[in-house]
T-cell receptor
Framework: KNQVEQSPQSLIILEGKNCTLQ??????????LRWYKQDTGRGPVSLTI?????NTKSNGRYTATLDADTKQSSLHITASQLSDSASYIC?????????FGAGTQVVVTP | DVKVTQSSRYLVKRTGEKVFLECVQD?????MFWYRQDPGLGLRLIYF???????EKGDIPEGYSVSREKKERFSLILESASTNQTSMYLC?????????????FGPGTRLTVL
């Protein structure tokens, strides 16, 4: 069973709207969590990284939150743009290993 | 800007062929990684290397080998390709082995084994 679960698997949103992606992890002990954006046909690109002591981190219109007690993270996209269409991957680091979620596919429509 | 390049974007091979996937990074990074990415699954680590001529097995090393003769180049070898190795292969590099280091990924090689 994957130790990093993401939801939803996919979502469609209208340009200009906000959306929130969820990530639940079970890895222990937990060191840090990062979010990547992967455009179609490209490799993942890092958006944010948070250690267990951080609650929130922003990168432009992307804001990640972390609750280490409940082992949940979210990625909020504000005022979505067509270029936000991509897969968003949550990654937890534990015991020297990166555990990757399967990703949430986001499609932004005009 | 860090650049990680992979030798091919698309590759089609026959079962039993030996396949070489090349990865080059231009930022003097110590660590390099090979992952495969399949639909519905997260990225899975095949091998990584923390120095020239050094390698460590990842989670799914069976059927693969690697070579790192120069710091900037990390090769993934499929000794005898099989259809279940059809996948997207991603190379990544990072400056050190620290967990907070950013991993920089290449564009990927989509391999199809017929």
């Amino acid at each position: 069973k994957n130790q990093v679960e993401q939801s939803p698997q996919s979502l469609i949103i209208l340009e200009g709207k906000n959306c929130t992606l969820q990530c639940n992890y079970t890895v222990s002990p937990f060191s840090n969590l990062r979010w990547y954006k992967q455009d179609t046909g490209r490799g993942p690109v890092s958006l944010t990284i948070m250690t267990f002591s951080e609650n929130t981190k922003s990168n432009g219109r992307y804001t990640a939150t972390l609750d280490a007690d409940t082992k949940q993270s979210s990625l909020h996209i504000t005022a979505s743009q067509l270029s936000d269409s991509a897969s968003y991957i949550c990654v937890a680091f534990s015991w020297g290993k990166f555990q990757f979620g399967a990703g949430t596919q986001v499609v932004v429509t005009p | 800007d860090v650049k990680v390049t992979q030798s091919s974007r698309y590759l089609v091979k026959r079962t039993g062929e030996k396949v070489f996937l090349e990865c080059v990074q231009d930022m003097d990074h110590e660590n390099m990684f090979w992952y495969r990415q399949d639909p519905g699954l997260g990225l899975r680590l095949i091998y990584f290397s923390y120095d020239v001529k050094m390698k460590e097995k990842g989670d799914i090393p069976e059927g693969y080998s690697v070579s790192r003769e120069k710091k900037e180049r990390f090769s993934l070898i499929l000794e005898s390709a099989s259809t279940n190795q059809t996948s997207m292969y991603l190379c990544a590099s990072s400056f050190t082995g620290q967990s907070t280091d950013t991993q920089y990924f290449g564009p990927g090689t989509r391999l199809t084994v017929l």
